[in-house]
């Protein structure tokens, strides 16, 4: 059973810098792509970051230059570095993974909160 469990939301100020976690039970390395979504309330989910099982990220526009997804190997992590925060960043963000035969895995959340 995939578990993924994210840590690391909560409030900010703008301009502030937050850093998401997302852990795993067993390798990361067994995922095709990790990455991290968010979905801002009325809004639909929305890709953030992904790391591929090579190596390469993809960003979406807004987060460029300001967010940066990293992974650890050893501790079967998968980072959100954030900074440079601003408002419209407030979302649940959540974590996911996508497994060589198909399977989606998502974390349960977790809320980030950015204040003007």
């Known amino acids: 059973q995939v578990q993924l469990v994210e840590s690391g939301g909560g409030l900010a100020q703008a301009g502030g810098s937050l850093r998401l976690s997302c852990a795993t039970s067993?390798?990361?390395?067994?995922?095709?792509?990790m990455g991290w979504y968010r979905q801002a309330p009325g809004k639909q989910r929305e890709l953030v970051a992904t790391?591929?099982?090579?190596?390469?990220?993809n960003y979406e526009d807004t987060v460029k230059g300001r967010f940066t997804i990293s992974r650890d190997g050893a501790s079967n992590k998968v980072y959100l570095q954030m900074s440079n925060l601003k408002p419209e960043d407030t979302a649940v963000y959540y974590c996911?993974?996508?497994?060589?035969?198909?399977?989606?895995?998502w974390g349960q959340g977790t809320q980030v909160s950015v204040s003007s």
């Open positions: 996911n993974a996508k497994s060589v035969s198909g399977t989606t895995y």
């Open positions: 067993g390798s990361i390395f067994r995922f095709i792509t």
């Open positions: 790391i591929t099982w090579g190596g390469p990220t």
